[in-house]
């Protein structure tokens, strides 16, 4: 059997998002700057993707701009509003916690000058609006926070701190890289003061190598990438016409299961997490106490319904995570021991340090993550599975 629980990383394309791409692909592989019938045809699956992915957001389809993915809608949000906006101040404000996409693209603005202020998250992986607040100066210009941590499913209120933002200066950008929220959560940018918002389809069971980035109305941003004045010039380069194609829909199918899709989730985690507290030495991060203290049933699935409903991450005392990954593996399970876009190097999880996990859980912790195709019955092999290897790793780890 196999066990796909690595969805976090990447989702298997839906049949009917791959059907189309071949469609697009095979017939329509016009390119959408010509001015001929395969062009505009072409172009009218770019102009549908937008109203598709504008429908769940409920906002303007021209508000859509379409990138590589989500490392690249996090760049051009970050870098192009920051560089538009340096007359007004040169502070940014973001989480100690966030996807390298948005830390390393700080590190490049502190480079050119740029003083970033890095949020600490509380040990449930909250961001306090009070922080938020004591941190806003009138030299602030963009705040970043990521909807959904990537590693541990910590989830912000962006809702409040969105607020914050604006009631101290409304000229203030708000980020929010939503490409773990997205199509996990409903997302209303002008109800929760969202100026730019990140999202990456494969994420979400469509493609990789798109995604898109919400640009809110007259928001003062410059592209970084120059050409041919594609996408309004703010992203120029032909467009990925099957990509988005495949975007778009993915993101409709998805924006119309959210509420059922989160309960589903739920259930298989609160079945997972029940099943890994009758084995010894398993610690769920954000559910049970760092310190080791009793957690009630009750008040571990109260956390657990805190968190996102489809990312666990779990502490395996006595047992190196890389060890425990490959040993799963080779019993066809697939979990991850982080960010995936960061897995081929190694390091101690900043993310788990700043929700002060444990030292010996540090290197010992993995991330299993559900989709809408993840059954019981994968969770169930699993557990059966950790309880055969565990005790025989912890004893070869002793040795």
Do not use: W
């Not at 699956?45 to 992915?53: D, F, P, R, S, V």
């Not at 593996?329 to 390091?347: D, L, Q, T």
């Amino acid at each position: 059997m196999e066990a796909y629980l690595d969805n976090s990383a990447t989702t298997r394309i839906d049949d009917s998002v791959l059907a189309l791409m071949e469609r697009v692909y095979k017939e329509d592989f016009g390119n959408p700057s010509s001015r001929h019938k395969k062009g505009m045809d072409a172009e009218r699956y770019i102009k549908t993707a937008k109203e598709q992915i504008a429908g769940t957001l409920k906002c303007k389809p021209e508000e859509i701009f379409f990138t590589s993915g989500g490392t690249e809608s996090n760049n051009m949000a970050l870098i192009g509003a920051a560089l538009a906006n340096k007359r007004s101040g040169m502070h940014i404000i973001t989480t100690s916690f966030e996807h390298a996409s948005v830390y390393r693209p700080l590190f490049f603005l502190e480079e050119l000058g740029f003083r970033v202020t890095y949020l600490t998250p509380d040990v449930d992986g909250s961001i306090s609006v009070d922080a938020l607040r004591e941190a806003l100066c009138k030299d602030t210009i963009l705040a970043s926070v990521m909807a959904v941590n990537n590693e541990v499913g910590a989830v912000q209120d962006i809702t409040a701190l969105g607020a914050a933002v604006k009631e101290y200066n409304p000229a203030i950008l708000f980020h929010v890289d939503a490409i773990q929220a997205y199509g996990k959560y409903r997302i209303y940018p002008k109800r929760q003061n969202i100026d730019l918002l990140s999202a990456s389809a494969h994420k979400f069971h469509g493609p990789k190598g798109c995604g898109f980035l919400y640009i809110k109305e007259k928001t003062k941003i410059k592209p970084l990438i120059y050409g041919g004045d594609q996408q309004k010039g703010m992203r120029s380069g032909t467009e990925n016409v099957p990509g988005i194609a495949g975007c778009g829909l993915a993101a409709e199918l998805a924006g119309g299961r959210i509420e059922e899709l989160q309960e589903y989730l739920y259930g298989l985690k609160s079945y997972f997490a029940k099943g890994l507290s009758e084995i010894e030495g398993v610690t769920v991060h954000l559910a049970d106490a760092t310190d080791g203290a009793y957690v009630s049933e009750e008040e571990r699935e109260n956390r657990l319904r805190h968190t996102a409903p489809h990312i666990m991450s779990v502490g395996f005392s006595g047992v190196r995570s890389e060890v425990l990954l490959h040993a799963l593996e080779e019993k066809g399970i697939y979990v991850s021991s982080g960010s995936a876009c960061s897995s081929n190097h190694p390091a101690v999880s900043g993310t788990l340090k700043a929700i002060q996990v444990p030292k010996d859980l540090l290197d010992a912790t993995l991330r299993f993550s559900f989709c809408r195709d993840t059954t019981r019955e994968e969770l169930e092999y699993t557990l059966a599975v950790l309880k055969e290897l565990l005790p025989q790793l912890r004893r070869f780890r002793r040795k």
